[in-house]
C-alpha cells in the first residue's frame, strides 16, 4: 500500500500544521536513557563531524531473527535487515551508509531508511556546554537484559542524536531526538515496533540547504522508506517550516507531545490505536494504554495465571514465575500462584531463581510462609558449634546470631580447673568404679589445685562449708607414699591436674558415714632430690 493513501485514510496529522511557538524551543516527552557512555545514551559515539556514518553495526544481539522492513515487497523479497549504519544527519539506513545532508522528498531508490530529523546536522562546533551535547550516540540493548527503566528487554536499539546543531558549525539552536527500535519477535518473526521521540526542535535546515540561521530553504525530513519507491511514510510536516511541530504533536492515544510511535507488522507498518484493526494487530481500542486488554502494541493482554514470558503480555503488566500475575511478586520469599495468578508467600527455599536464602547448617535462613521479602533466620537459642577443649582453654558452644552466622562464644582459659569431659556426680558412696563422662559435654574439670597446704572440695559440692583441710604440718613429706584417699583428681606433674586415667582403689575399711566429709582431691607433692 502506498503510505501517503495510508495516511490519509487513518486521520494523521496533515503536514500543513502551523508553527506553533512552543515548537521552536522544547517539547514534553523525555529522551530515554541509561544505556551508559558519557550522556547515558549508550557507549557508541559517532565523532564530531559533518556528514559521516558509523560503519556497520551488527543489530543480532537484539535482533537474533533480524528486522523485516517491508522484505516482502521486493522481488524477489529481500532478507531481513540484520545490521544498520547511524548517520550522521538524522536517520539509520540498511543497505549502506548515507551522507546526504539535503533531504530528497520520500520515496527514494534503494536506501530503505528510518529518519527522525533527516537535515544537515553538524557536530563539529564543540564550544557548547556541557560538552556531552551536539554528539551523536547509539546503544544496543541485548535481548534479556535488564532494562534502565525496569523489565526485561526483548532487545532494543536506540540511536540520540542529542542537542545537535546544524551547517556550518551553528549551535545557537539545537535539536534533540531520538529513534527507539524494539524487537517483537514474539508476535511474527521479523517484528518490532519504531519510537520516534523528539525533545527539542529548534532548526530546520542547513546553510548548504538553502537555509538561513536554522531555517527556511530545504527543511528536514521525517518517516520511512522502504527504499523500492512505493512504500514510504512521512511525518507530518516533513519538509515544511511544521516540521517543528513533531515536538509538540503525537499519534499515540492519548496524545503525549513529542512521541510518535509505529508498529511493523510482517514488513509493514501499522498504527495502534487508531481504531482499526490492522495486519498484525488483534485488537485496536483506540488507545494505546496498556492495562485495559488491548495492549500498547495492539496485542490482546492475558488475564492473570495464564502462561507468558514478558511483562506486556499482561493486562497487569506482571508477568512472574511464567504466568501472569497480580503483583510484582519479587520478594525473595514469595512467588506467583499459577491457580488463579496471585502472589503468595512461601514456606522453605525461595522459589524460581529467586535469591537463596543466606547461611549454612543449623543458622541457615528459610522463607517462613509470613515473610515475603525476606528470609528469616534462628537466633541466640540455637547451638551451632559444639563447646570444646583445647589444651587448657575451653570454648562454650556456639550459638547463631539471628543473621545466618553461627557466632562464636569467648573462649576462656581453665586454669586452675582442666579442661576435660564433665563426669557424672556420685550418687552413692564411694566404690572402685571410675565415674563416667557425660555424652559429648565439655567444661573445666571440678578438680583444682588447691593453695599450697590445702586441699579443698569441689566448687560445686554441698558440703563446700565443711572444709577438709590438710595443714603443712600435717601434710606428707616429699618422696613420702600417697594418702589411700579419694581418688578425685591426682597431679601427674607439678601444676598439671587432670581427671585421673584409672582411678586408685579405695582404701580398705567401711565406706563413710554419711553426712561425713570426704576429700575429693589427693595432692601430691613434688619429689624432692
Known amino acids: 500500500m502506498n503510505l501517503l493513501r495510508w495516511i490519509c ?42 556528514d559521516g556514518s558509523t560503519g556497520v553495526i ?78 551523536v550516540y547509539y546503544a544496543l540493548e541485548a535481548t534479556g537484559a535488564t532494562r534502565p527503566e525496569g523489565g526485561i528487554s526483548t532487545g532494543r536499539f536506540i540511536a540520540t542524536w542529542h542537542y545537535v546543531g546544524y551547517y556550518s558549525n551553528a549551535n545557537d539552536r539545537l535539536n534533540d531526538f531520538q529513534i527507539v527500535l524494539t524487537n517483537r519477535s514474539d508476535i511474527v518473526a521479523g517484528d518490532y515496533d519504531v519510537e520516534i521521540r523528539y525533545n527539542q526542535c529548534q532548526w530546520t535546515t542547513g546553510t548548504a540547504s538553502g537555509g538561513t540561521g536554522g531555517l527556511g530553504g530545504t527543511p528536514a525530513q521525517a518517516g520511512f522508506d522502504a527504499g523500492n519507491r512505493m512504500d514510504f511514510f512521512a511525518l507530518p510536516g516533513s519538509q515544511t517550516a511544521a516540521v517543528l511541530n513533531l515536538c509538540t504533536t503525537s499519534n499515540v492515544v492519548p496524545p503525549t507531545p513529542g512521541l510518535w510511535r509505529f508498529n511493523i507488522r510482517s514488513g509493514g507498518v501499522t498504527v495502534c490505536g487508531n481504531g482499526v484493526r490492522e495486519a498484525g494487530e488483534e485488537c485496536d481500542d483506540r488507545n494505546t494504554a496498556p492495562g485495559d486488554g488491548c495492549s500498547a502494541s495492539c496485542r490482546t493482554e492475558l488475564n492473570p495465571g495464564t502462561a507468558c514470558t514478558t511483562n506486556v503480555q499482561c493486562r497487569s503488566q506482571f508477568c512472574v514465575d511464567g504466568v ?7 520478594g525473595q520469599c514469595e512467588a506467583c500462584n499459577a491457580t488463579p495468578g496471585t502472589c503468595t508467600p512461601v514456606t522453605g527455599a525461595p522459589r524460581n531463581g529467586r535469591d537463596a536464602c543466606a547461611g549454612t547448617g543449623a543458622c541457615a535462613g528459610s522463607c517462613n510462609g509470613t515473610l515475603r521479602t525476606a528470609c528469616s533466620f534462628p537466633g541466640g537459642s540455637t547451638e551451632c558449634s559444639g563447646a570444646r577443649c583445647e589444651g587448657t ?137
Open 9 to 50: 485514510r487513518r486521520g494523521v496529522l496533515p503536514a500543513t500544521l502551523a508553527l506553533s511557538a512552543a515548537a521552536t524551543t522544547a517539547g514534553a516527552v523525555p529522551l530515554l536513557s541509561g544505556f551508559g557512555g558519557p550522556a547515558g545514551y549508550g557507549a557508541g559515539e559517532l565523532a564530531s563531524n559533518d
Open 58 to 135: 551488527d543489530l543480532t544481539p537484539a535482533f537474533p531473527l533480524g528486522l523485516n522492513f517491508f522484505s516482502f515487497r521486493f522481488t524477489p523479497p529481500r532478507a531481513f535487515y540484520r545490521s544498520l549504519y547511524v548517520n550522521n544527519n538524522g536517520n539509520v539506513t540498511f543497505n549502506g551508509a548515507l551522507g546526504q545532508f539535503t533531504p530528497t522528498a520520500f520515496p527514494i531508490a534503494d536506501q530503505p531508511m528510518i529518519a527522525a530529523w533527516w537535515g544537515d546536522v553538524d557536530t563539529r562546533n564543540r564550544t557548547i556546554t556541557p560538552d556531552t551535547r551536539n554528539r
Open 324 to 330: 501472569c500475575c497480580n503483583a510484582a511478586c519479587n
Open 393 to 529: 582453654t575451653f570454648t562454650p558452644a556456639g550459638v547463631c546470631n539471628g543473621m545466618g552466622v553461627c557466632g562464636a562464644a569467648a573462649s576462656r582459659m581453665c586454669a586452675p580447673y582442666v579442661c576435660g569431659a564433665a563426669r557424672a556426680a556420685r550418687t552413692a558412696a564411694p566404690t572402685a568404679t571410675a565415674p563416667t563422662a557425660t555424652s559429648a559435654t565439655r567444661r573445666c574439670s571440678a578438680c583444682r589445685a588447691p593453695p599450697r597446704g590445702r586441699c579443698a572440695p569441689p566448687a560445686t559440692s554441698a558440703r563446700r562449708a565443711s572444709a577438709w583441710t590438710a595443714s603443712a604440718a600435717t601434710r606428707p613429706a616429699p618422696g613420702s607414699a600417697r594418702p589411700a584417699t579419694s581418688p578425685g583428681c591426682r597431679a601427674p606433674a607439678p601444676g598439671s591436674w587432670e581427671p585421673p586415667t584409672e582411678p586408685a582403689p579405695r582404701a580398705p575399711g567401711p565406706p563413710p558415714a554419711p553426712g561425713a566429709a570426704t576429700a575429693p582431691c589427693v595432692i601430691d607433692a613434688p619429689s624432692r632430690a
